[in-house]
């Protein structure tokens, strides 16, 4: 079928690209002459520089041009934190074990393969048969523990290396535990995600700030995942680098002064009812989601503007990049929004940022845990008179009435709503008492008119205290860096036509190394002129490779294409030289002390390949210079 | 004393430089509201700018301009790693724990603090056991768990909580200990160190550098040591950024080509004869230091030099600047030199990086392990003619002989070394029959001559195997960071002569900010002026704050030269306007247009402050600018 040799065309790409990434040493599996460890990968030399030139300019794009303050808080996170987080009791994934082995599997991951294998392989079964497999996998996400166990056993599944049977599902912490301290008594976790080292600086940051909103805090760093059974390569590991922002905002006032800037941006968005209604994404103008209110506010929308800014200057496909809505059971109950981009990949769809305005949720968390309040104020101009309740409990008769029980009664009138003590007055004034229930003591007493004093007062009030919304971009470097390889990878013919090569197409603003440096043949002029423009290289600050070996120059080009250097320069003359382009293969003569300038240039985005094919002489493709 | 009201001095200014650091938030303890965690400190804004700096000048210093290869390995690491570096079984301290509470305490620590507090106050003690107690501290790091154990009995040293005794010493592993997967069954540690994952993939990084040595690989990141009890502030901490060099070199050829480059720098080294002589560091000059076997070989001198240059570039005083070599009794077994750059600060001297000859340890640590090689090759241009020792046993004869024995002969004669084997071969010719130590069987067989053969053969090699040595030059990123903030730190008093202002003295380099925009007063042209420079100095890529408020000029200079901003561009005019250097608060007047380009030349150091002072009309000290 035209689905499953698809699925073949992706897995042999999938097969090249990867390839090609761990022959140039992009990436490697960790400790691997120890056999390596599912989950884990390191950076080599060019993956090193390519994610060291993504940070840089999300630092630039995001932290400088918005003035965020950048925080570097411990991976090591002590149990309380991540106990207000909701992490420690929520951040699982049900888990099955081998009942006679004890091997470990993710219980979604068995039924989702079970109903995937079923439907391709089995021809045999009824139609009724196959729509229910597809719905199974469809809800496969909000199956309860009991649901996905009894579906489990209804269907006969077993481990899949040993046949033998399972054991019920149940949860497992995601997150790496440890221990701080020698007495063993400060339980810790390595953070699952960098942002709450953000919340509990609120108060500070906030205080740095000038006490103002709207602020955003930033962090870039390691967060940890103790997968289960990792599986899908880069995309699923244990370990991985994360950048995030808590953009801090006024609930009552989410507009963005530079929304403007973003509002005419056109691209794929996949609002919550087209994917209800089964309808596919489509190209919308930002400001009409907006407008609309399709995105909930201004700032998520000015994040979302941005986020596609960023991803698309790294190079990712405009036309395999989506921003998808969260539907209603994926988000939090607190979240008031959440949309993620979704870049896509031989893997499907990926999320690679999250996008979420998650109200005050996390900050409240944390003011209640710590009883440190994390609010912010808002001064008056002019002080505003508000109407408010007063709840004023007769403390003596209430004593002669309760005695002991005094304390209870009082803290129950207080905590009562506005709705309840209008109602009390009400009661107390039409018939002179009420039963009120106090929960502390677990029964009903009776309160008369003399014993609590229930009335609204006229105030002024100099400041409005409340707790800031947050709203999260979260970005997974490791999942940008893996699409960015996939979507920057081709193959073309060698000019031979017997091999096909492969080049990395990326923008000079990502490319691990911005140009090389070849003598045509080894002699000792050109070799000198090498390194003449190396030292000018050096001093313009561009990164370059020099390579004075024999190798024919069609091999040294093929040698760095792969690599995805975009200009070659190479020495055929002690007066000018060439500059190759790696993907238009176009060449043109440059005298050698111009060199390091055009490359700049082109590389700063001052100016483009074109405009400098139309200042210089393009070589001839005659020349010897040619691949 | 002279001593102990340095002592006050020392603790009053590093006060203030802590205060002023937690005020303006470069950094501040982790998890604040939740009342901190010992040993845990976040950055803040200006301390991410700083470490930010750091960390690129460190890749562009080291990184780019050797071309080392650069990797980025996880912090979880499996413990079979761990266990091969020797981290498993060796990475302890010495821990005694109150008897009765289990808090646990660093035995030496509590020696330490005993002998001092003894020394400082009890006027008392007899010379005799003043002697004692100075002895003991000299040998602190000396003494087994035995020892410290019977000194601390021998004292009668308690709980300095409580006053209950405590236990003997016994070691506690430092690393942070967790698991792998769902299973329980895979131990892992959060990494120590980032070198072992340098290491683990030689094979792959000596393969990328084209099967060629020397070639270095560099690492930046976390590592983690679960100290027993912090002290010392950022110095002592759980967590932190550590960025590690390991440079592979054949062990018979240790020179480096660029050594003339850094001959001729010359500062203060403390070489170990200087030490236990009880002379103090001198000025010399690197290359007499290489020149006369002081300092071990070309590629550990070169990277001394080029750790001075680094670390004064950053504005460390040479003067508070010290190469130290290790003592025997500090060093590996294994290590051929190393010394440590200490930078004096409050705490005393502090090593901060530590530049080590590590020979062939690790990689042979890991090979025995893993069973791969981590090997290199010179090949031979021409094949060379080696005499190798060949010993042949005659397995007939032995197996006559010693029947169920012969396999433990056999490896016991294979295992001689090429003396003992010659001196085999001359009693057996002379005697006809020798006594031979089995160490597998524990006893003496007789060996006759038909047994065995050995001989000298000559062999035509084509390629030497080895392996590497590795130099490390190690750097703890926080503690070179605290150092800076303490030489960069002094007061100066306000105009008015009524309060010490602080100042950072940072170069540019450094700044976590390069200058600020002032509108000198509130007015729509100055500040229409203001945005333009600011634009300008976004475009020619230079961070900066603008500061709109009305505050007065004084106090927002005083504001910015706290968190070490070199320059402060005052819009007083809308044609011109002025730059003032933080140290020397010397003003030139620079017209609109060029104030950018004038900033970006003395940040990027194509320039000093001399240079453009000298270039444009100094603002006199009478106008309105003035503080």
Not at 32 to 38: E, M, P, Q, S
Not at 256 to 282: C, D, I, T
Not at 413 to 424: R, T
Request: hydrophobic content about 40%; some cysteine.
């Amino acid at each position: 079928s035209g689905s499953s040799s698809g699925a073949v065309t992706r897995e042999t790409f999938r097969q090249a690209v990867i390839n090609t990434l761990e022959r140039r040493l992009f990436y490697l599996p960790s400790f691997k002459i120890y056999g390596g460890f599912a989950g884990f990968y390191d950076n080599g030399p060019p993956g090193c520089a390519v994610k060291s030139n993504i940070l840089s300019f999300w630092r630039q794009h995001f932290v400088l041009e918005e003035n965020m303050l950048e925080v570097d808080s411990p991976c090591v996170t002590p149990e309380i934190v991540l106990k207000a987080s909701g992490h420690v009791d929520k951040f699982t994934d049900l888990m099955v074990k081998d009942e006679k082995t004890g091997t470990c599997y993710r219980a979604d991951h068995l039924l989702k393969d079970f109903c995937k294998e079923k439907l391709e392989k089995d021809l045999s079964i009824s139609p009724e048969k196959a729509a229910e497999l597809r719905h199974v996998l469809a809800v496969l996400d909000d199956l309860s523990s009991e649901e996905l166990g009894a579906k489990i056993k209804e269907y006969g599944i077993t481990a899949p290396d040993t046949k033998n049977s399972l054991s019920d599902p149940y949860p497992f912490n995601l997150m790496f535990q440890t221990s701080i301290g020698p007495s063993g008594l400060s339980p810790g976790y390595m953070r699952p995600e960098t942002a709450q080292g953000i919340f509990v600086n609120f108060k500070d940051l906030y205080y740095y700030n000038g006490n103002k909103l709207p602020f955003a805090a930033a962090q870039i760093g390691q967060a940890f995942r103790n997968e289960i059974s990792p599986r899908q390569g880069l995309l699923r590991v244990r370990e991985f680098t994360l950048a995030e922002i808590e953009h801090f905002v006024d609930p009552e006032d989410k507009s963005h002064p530079k929304f403007p800037e973003v509002a005419k941006l056109e691209f794929f968005m996949f609002p919550r009812e087209q994917q209800v209604s089964g309808q596919s994404a489509k190209k919308m103008l930002l400001g009409e989601a907006v407008s609309k209110a399709i995105v909930n506010n201004e700032t998520l929308g000015y994040f979302i503007g941005r986020v596609y800014l960023f991803l698309t200057s790294l190079g990712i496909d405009k036309e395999r990049l989506r921003f998808r809505q969260h539907l209603a059971n994926e988000m939090a109950h607190y979240a008031a929004d959440c949309w993620d981009a979704e870049i896509e990949c031989s893997y499907g769809w990926i999320e690679c940022v999250g996008i979420a305005d998650r109200s005050a949720y996390d900050l409240r968390a944390h003011s209640e845990k710590s009883a440190v309040p994390l609010v912010a104020h808002e001064k008056f101009v002019e002080p505003r008179e508000v109407e408010k309740l007063v709840i004023a409990p007769v403390k003596k008769e209430l004593g002669l009435a309760f005695k002991g029980n005094q304390k209870m009664v009082v803290e129950a009138l207080e905590a009562m709503d506005e709705k309840e003590a209008m109602e009390m007055r009400s009661n107390l004034e039409s018939q002179g008492e009420v039963e009120f229930f106090v929960c502390t003591l677990g029964k009903n007493v009776t309160i008369n008119k003399n014993m609590v004093a229930i009335f609204k007062e006229i105030k002024k009030e100099h400041q409005r205290v409340f707790t800031p919304s947050v709203i999260e971009p979260s970005f997974g470097i490791g999942r940008i860096m893996y699409c960015l390889y996939e979507h920057s990878f081709y193959t073309r013919p060698s000019k031979a036509g017997d091999e096909q090569l492969n080049v990395f197409l990326f923008p000079p603003l990502v490319a691990p190394i911005k140009c090389t440096v070849f003598p045509l043949v080894q002699n000792q002029q050109y070799e000198e002129v090498a390194k003449q423009i190396a030292k000018s290289l050096t001093a313009a600050g561009i990164s370059y490779k020099i390579d004075m070996t024999g190798t024919s120059i069609g091999k040294r080009y093929a040698r760095t294409d792969e690599l995805g250097v975009p200009f070659a320069i190479t020495v055929d003359s002690t007066t000018s030289v060439t500059i190759r382009e790696r993907d238009s293969k176009e060449q043109i003569r440059v005298n050698v002390d111009e060199v390091a300038s055009v490359v700049k240039e082109v590389i700063d985005g001052h100016s483009t390949w074109a405009d400098v094919l139309w200042r210089y002489p393009t070589h001839s493709s005659s020349a010897p210079v040619d691949e």
